[in-house]
């Protein structure tokens, strides 16, 4: 297929309401490019042909691709139209908003924590500055703030990794992060029942003190240990509440869970 050629993509049928319009074209139309039915130089469908095709408005089709040229997937060229770009999706590390429905997505999700954060500790222990530890331990005082407020420190939480990344001195381990972003607290998105949340939360607290005491003696060795035994805990107390847990898109945890 030559760069001039439409395509009319075998995954454009009408959409639903049930989930977000903009986000779901814009995953169709990255589907087919992963799936090579689009390939580089490949010109997509026209606005109005898109329209047609899936019943939306001109608005979301709009800002559909607009999304997926921000990511580097298409490339628009002025006055023709928008084209497959020379590196696609299959190119690009992608955690699609859906794509953690289940216990096993959010263990997936905490395994590949434990590679990146275990040496962003390491790391953290050896480079911090005095700021930068100070910085570490306000975020652990915020998390506890937030549960003697009988509060799920969802934020707190992501807030105290994150400041352990930002230590490293590496920009890229805290742009993983954020990348993440909610994914890696997976009570964003778990509901548990008859869960004492205190008790629970208190628990892997006193983990992160562990590491940042290990941070703070600027112990490289204990660091990641502490972060690795912090995570490898954390994905083994969720597989013992695998029975209580509810994941959804969509859902409001009721009664959330430690991470």
Do not use: C, K, W
């Not at 019943?55 to 040229?69: I, K, N």
Request: aromatic fraction near 4%.
């Amino acid at each position: 297929m030559d760069a001039g050629s439409n395509h009319t993509l075998s995954s454009l049928t009408p959409v639903g309401q049930s989930r977000s319009l903009v986000v779901e074209i814009g995953r169709r139309i990255a589907a087919d490019i992963a799936a090579g039915r689009l390939l580089p130089g490949t010109r997509l469908p026209t606005e109005q042909e898109l329209m047609a095709a899936t019943g939306v408005s001109r608005t979301v089709v709009r800002e559909a691709v607009a999304t997926l040229r921000a990511e580097g997937l298409i490339a628009t060229r002025q006055g023709i139209g928008s084209f497959v770009a020379e590196l696609p999706a299959q190119a690009l590390f992608r955690i699609e908003p859906g794509q953690t429905e289940t216990l096993s997505d959010a263990l997936d999700i905490m395994e590949l924590r434990t590679a990146v954060e275990t040496e962003a500790a390491g790391l953290a222990a050896e480079r911090a500055t005095s700021g930068q530890r100070l910085a570490i331990r306000e975020a652990l005082e915020a998390i506890d703030a937030a549960i003697e407020r009988g509060e799920a420190a969802i934020g707190e939480d992501f807030s105290f990794h994150a400041a352990i990344t930002d230590a490293t001195g590496n920009p890229q381990f805290r742009r993983f992060l954020d990348f993440l972003g909610r994914f890696i607290i997976p009570r964003a998105s778990v509901r548990i029942r008859a869960l004492n949340l205190r008790a629970y939360l208190m628990t892997f607290q006193q983990e992160h003190r562990t590491i940042v005491a290990a941070i703070d003696a600027r112990s490289v060795g204990q660091a990641r240990t502490a972060m690795r035994e912090h995570l490898v805990m954390s994905r083994e107390r969720y597989r013992a509440l695998a029975p209580e847990l509810i994941l959804g898109p969509g859902d409001e945890p009721s009664t959330p869970s430690g991470h």
